[in-house]
């Protein structure tokens, strides 16, 4: 039986298991990126550790999710991030390069290479025909150490685009129409992998959009076969030798398939405060708008930004909207501003931001109270922008500046309709992205070669062995879609004490209950319950180091998100399912007890436990997770086991 493309690539990189969707597989990892709020994580991982290097082809360390320097906090993450990276062998993208997964796009990302990286949205390459997956930072660490990355083999989704797109439709409304389709819990355990002549039509840019966004439906990845498309990128980009044509084999067969026809598609968008809240645009036309962003990782390449300001060339945007333009990368700025479109954007109003993910995750450029926004970015959840209830709308870059250039929502068709010579910008991709390569500092010329750590820059908390007894107060009972932003918010204020375990703990679930955190504290630990999808959202690892920190033992869920779930085993906090009829009978406050062993239990492969509620009545938790998962939970977590391991040799 013939390959599906992902099968392929795992293929070549599998040392453990075989791909039988469902069970687990280890794979080799060639290259491996954090971001700064996670990467801090990861190299106090790796120094714990004690290895001298890294041991992946290709290790790169950006920075850019906070990279407006509030106090020293920052700054000094910032250089110890260079320092780690100088010290152990890792390239390093200074603040203000831009966002990792656009800045490694341009100049890493290779068909056929498998990419790990601490940030969800690390699958954005898979445009490419790259096999990137997100993971937490001590998984990254690990491999970047030479350890296997282990993944359950995903189901492989064959998602065949037909036709071609119409005017005003764009990539963006791809992969907002799978999210219609589908939703955000569509994805988990699959990989989506694009074929099709539709998915021949689109360039690498417009590729990546989807790639990038395919983690909103909860997928492992997503991946387009390799083309022309492919290697006329790579050639603008200078790195046409490392082209490689990858396709599924003819006869390959995948677990189900979604047929989209390009030519039916048009301007979508997400309502607030759910990616997959998606209307047609004109269903909320009339929407007064205050504020419109285009950047982010999703929408913030060139190709993005430049259908964007030949809408506004030679216009002006309504006077009571900030319309702020903040490009993915310093390559796409640069480009901008030597084609003159930085200034055509300036002269019709547009502020113009550093390379950054700031507004993405509420840093900078919060919306006003009471206002709606919208983003060209790929997620929604109520309160990311900074403000609670924040009315934040997603969206293509070309609705976005339609709505900039009318002051409300509005279908470009309609506005094109109106102006009489407002043209669909189309797609254009740059003759050569020349952009300069100064913000990128190589192995090679490394500033550093030892750790350099500031006051905030605290130690890796480690768990003790997992006890025979868990026994502990349902200290929160929360609903469905508790994201990571929920644990940990990423917010500024809280953020830069993201290298200082003690003092970041004290805001876990503050957007839930704000004495959460003292409340565990007062009860020396306990149990959290929640409904479906657990965790979703981001990698952040600091989303179970935080409550591991605060003695948070277990966590009864409906259902996890996979991210979160592998970070809930690598913190030594065990992470069981209950039933519908569980979760409402259980209620805030409840003692609730593991009846067997648990140390016990969990090492010998036990999936059922009973738990006891308030002494009173009686249920079934269940436990799926890996033999190595089970070990790794019995250890106190991945740290520990994985030090054990190098011990045993
Ligand atoms: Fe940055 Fe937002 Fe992309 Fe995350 S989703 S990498 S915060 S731009």
Wanted: some cysteine; proline content about 4%; glycine content about 10%.
């Amino acid at each position: 039986m013939g390959q599906t493309l992902t099968e392929k690539i795992l293929d070549d990189h599998l040392v453990e298991g075989d791909l039988t969707p469902g069970e687990e597989i280890g794979i080799e990892i060639d290259q491996v990126l954090a971001q700064d709020t996670t990467g801090t994580m990861v190299w106090l991982q790796f120094e714990a550790l004690d290895l001298d290097e890294v041991q992946t082809e290709l290790a790169a360390q950006y920075c850019d999710h906070q990279t407006y320097q509030f106090d020293f906090k920052n700054t000094d993450d910032h250089r110890f991030l260079r320092s780690a990276a100088g010290t152990y062998g890792a390239y390093f993208s200074r603040p203000g390069n831009g966002i990792c997964h656009n800045v490694h796009k341009e100049n890493f990302a290779a068909p056929g290479k498998t990419l790990l990286g601490s940030d969800s949205h690390t699958p954005t390459p898979g445009g490419l025909g790259e096999l990137a997956i997100g993971a937490g930072g001590l998984d990254i660490a690990v491999a970047m150490g030479g350890g296997a990355y282990y993944v359950e083999m995903p189901e492989v989704v064959n998602v065949k685009l037909e036709g071609e797109l119409p005017e005003w439709a764009t990539a963006k409304d791809i992969v907002l129409e799978m999210l219609r389709r589908l939703s955000v819990k569509g994805g988990v355990g699959k990989v989506f992998e694009y074929t099709g002549e539709g998915a021949a039509s689109l360039t690498v840019p417009e590729r990546t959009t989807i790639t990038n966004m395919g983690t909103e439906l909860g997928a492992t990845s997503s991946i387009f076969e390799t083309d022309e498309q492919t290697k006329d990128y790579l050639e603008r980009q200078g790195r046409g030798d490392e082209y490689v044509e990858l396709t599924a084999d003819e006869d390959a067969e995948y677990a189900d398939e979604v047929v989209i026809d390009l030519a039916d598609l048009e301007p979508l968008i997400a309502k607030p405060s759910m990616p997959d809240n998606i209307v047609p645009v004109r269903e909320v036309a009339g929407e007064k708008v205050e504020q419109v962003i285009v950047g982010s990782c999703t929408n913030g390449g060139y190709e993005d930004v430049l259908p964007a300001a030949k809408m506004v060339k030679g216009r002006e945007i309504a006077k009571h909207i900030e319309m702020i333009v903040a490009p993915g990368s310093k390559q796409a700025g640069e480009l901008l501003a030597r084609q003159g479109w930085t200034a055509e954007m300036m002269a019709a109003g547009v502020n113009v931001s550093e390379a950054t993910c700031g507004p993405c995750i509420g840093i900078g450029h919060v919306p006003a109270s009471d206002s709606v926004s919208l983003r060209t970015f790929n997620r929604n959840f109520e309160g990311r922008s900074g403000i609670e209830d924040d009315s934040v709308f997603l969206c293509s870059p070309e609705v976005a500046a339609a709505a900039a250039l009318k002051g409300e929502i509005v279908d470009p068709r309609d506005l094109a309709d109106e102006l009489g010579d407002l043209d669909a910008p189309g797609i254009e991709l740059p003759d050569k992205y020349d952009g300069s390569k100064s913000d990128i500092i190589t192995p090679d010329e490394a500033i550093d070669d030892e750790l350099i750590k500031g006051p905030n820059i605290g130690n890796v908390p480690l768990k003790d062995e997992l006890a025979a007894d868990i026994e502990g107060e349902t200290l929160l009972h929360m609903e469905d879609n508790i994201t990571t932003d929920h644990i940990i918010p990423a917010t500024s204020d809280i953020l830069k004490f993201r290298s200082n375990i003690e003092r970041l703990s004290e805001f876990t679930l503050s957007r839930v209950d704000d004495s959460f955190a003292q409340r565990a504290k007062d009860a020396d630990g306990g149990v959290l319950v929640a409904g479906e999808n657990y965790g979703q959202g981001s990698s952040r690892e600091h989303a179970a180091m935080c409550p591991m920190y605060l003695g948070i033992e277990a966590v009864f869920a409906q259902s996890f998100a996979r991210i979160h779930k592998a970070n809930l085993f690598n913190f030594g906090i065990v992470p069981l399912t209950i039933d519908e009829e569980t979760y409402e009978k259980i209620e805030q406050g409840d003692d609730i007890a593991i009846v067997d062993d648990v140390a016990e239990a969990v090492r010998s492969g036990d999936e059922e436990f009973t738990i006891r509620v308030n002494d009173d009545w009686e249920a079934t938790a269940n436990l799926k997770a890996s033999e190595r998962e089970r070990k790794i939970l019995a250890a106190g977590g991945k740290l520990s086991w994985t030090k054990q391991q190098y011990e045993e040799g």
